[in-house]
């Protein structure tokens, strides 16, 4: 056979920095994926203009996602590691997919929902549609499985109905992929408000990858706890959210389970957890700041990683986009 491993894939998009939660929840585990499966990773640019981009901040953020990527791990010959925008099967497959989703099932999209509320100046077409090119992204590599949260569920539901029913309409073409639960990735919430998760968007609650040791220290020693009057370190998302956040961040670092961190810090507070939950993402991130910069000055290299990917991503994906053209009528080259 030509590929015997299960294919998985994913992206996230260059809008920002990334950040703890995005290691401990995604990048951590598709290191370690890269044995079992054949794995696709892509920075998801075409998907980061549906909100208005500075063009050399975008630039600059998708290099620095790339040489982050294999900082964390992700070792290039093992991996497809590649540009969205360098690919032009994505754009072009997102037209036909378009053609094939209801304007009933883009309505339902809570991204859309959400992103039109924060950007009620800039409610564009792409930021409506952004699905049937996400559903593009995923079917031109025929991929077994698509590792997301709970809570990006509703986006492989999507891809797998396109799918579905361009695969009733014209014959099978598509793979219809699964959802991925990633078995440990942790959920982490912000530092400052530990009933929304880690963004960006919230910049004191979120630790980014490139960060100084110093400016994380002081994110972590004003994090939010609880206000309850015990102030014990004891796992409780419901009652104590935020102390139960830095346990979960130190436990999946540290692979502590909770019982033995309470342990640990049975009488002493949160003022003597939160420093060092702090000193353990600081040294977690330590390695990966140093190889990312050191990634950042070898520029030929990073750009020869993204050229191979993307020839290696086009010429997979240019299979399957002939597949299509061909079942939808469009006449040959």
Request: some cysteine; charged content about 30%; aromatic content about 10%.
């Given at each position: 056979m030509e590929n015997e491993k299960k294919v998985l894939l994913s992206g996230i998009q260059p809008s920002g920095d990334l950040h703890l939660g995005n290691y401990l929840g995604a990048i951590k585990n598709w290191a370690e994926l890269s044995d079992q499966f054949d794995c696709y990773w892509f920075m998801a640019d075409l998907h980061t203009i549906t909100v208005?981009?500075?063009?050399?901040?975008l630039r600059r953020r998708t290099l620095t996602q790339i040489a982050t990527y294999i900082a964390c791990g992700l070792d290039p010959e093992k991996n497809t590691i590649f540009v969205q925008s360098h690919v032009h099967q994505h754009a072009e497959l997102g037209w036909v997919l378009a053609c094939h989703t209801m304007f009933g099932e883009l309505s339902r999209m809570t991204q859309f929902k959400d992103k039109a509320a924060k950007h009620a100046d800039n409610i564009n077409a792409g930021l409506f549609?952004?699905?049937?090119?996400?559903?593009?992204?995923?079917?031109?590599?025929?991929?077994?499985?698509?590792?997301v949260g709970e809570d990006q569920k509703q986006h492989?539901?999507?891809?797998?109905?396109?799918?579905?029913?361009?695969?009733?309409?014209?014959?099978?073409?598509?793979?219809?992929?699964?959802?991925?639960?990633?078995?440990?990735?942790?959920?982490v919430m912000s530092l400052n408000q530990p009933d929304t998760k880690m963004s960006k968007s919230i910049p004191e609650g979120c630790v980014f990858l490139m960060e100084?040791?110093?400016?994380?220290?002081?994110?972590?020693?004003?994090?939010?706890?609880?206000?309850?009057?015990?102030?014990?370190?004891?796992?409780?998302?419901?009652?104590?959210?935020?102390?139960?956040?830095?346990?979960?961040?130190?436990?999946?670092?540290?692979?502590?389970?909770?019982?033995?961190?309470?342990?640990?810090?049975?009488?002493?507070?949160?003022?003597a957890f939160k420093p060092v939950v702090g000193e353990a993402v600081v040294e977690l991130l330590r390695p990966i700041r140093e190889e990312t910069q050191r990634l950042l000055a070898d520029k030929a290299y990073l750009e020869g990683v993204y050229r191979a990917g993307a020839e290696k991503a086009a010429y997979v994906a240019e299979k399957t986009l002939r597949k299509v053209y061909k079942k939808v009528g469009f006449l040959p080259r």
């Open positions: 208005r981009q500075e063009a050399a901040e549609t952004y699905p049937c090119l996400m559903a593009a992204d995923i079917l031109l590599y025929q991929p077994d499985f698509v590792p492989v539901e999507i891809c797998r109905d396109v799918a579905t029913r361009f695969n009733h309409l014209h014959g099978d073409v598509f793979k219809v992929p699964q959802p991925y639960i990633p078995k440990a990735g942790a959920r100084k040791p110093e400016d994380i220290m002081r994110k972590f020693k004003r994090a939010i706890t609880d206000s309850d009057t015990e102030r014990c370190v004891h796992y409780d998302r419901e009652a104590k959210p935020g102390v139960s956040n830095l346990m979960s961040i130190y436990s999946a670092i540290t692979g502590e389970s909770y019982e033995a961190i309470e342990a640990q810090f049975e009488g002493k507070g949160y003022g």
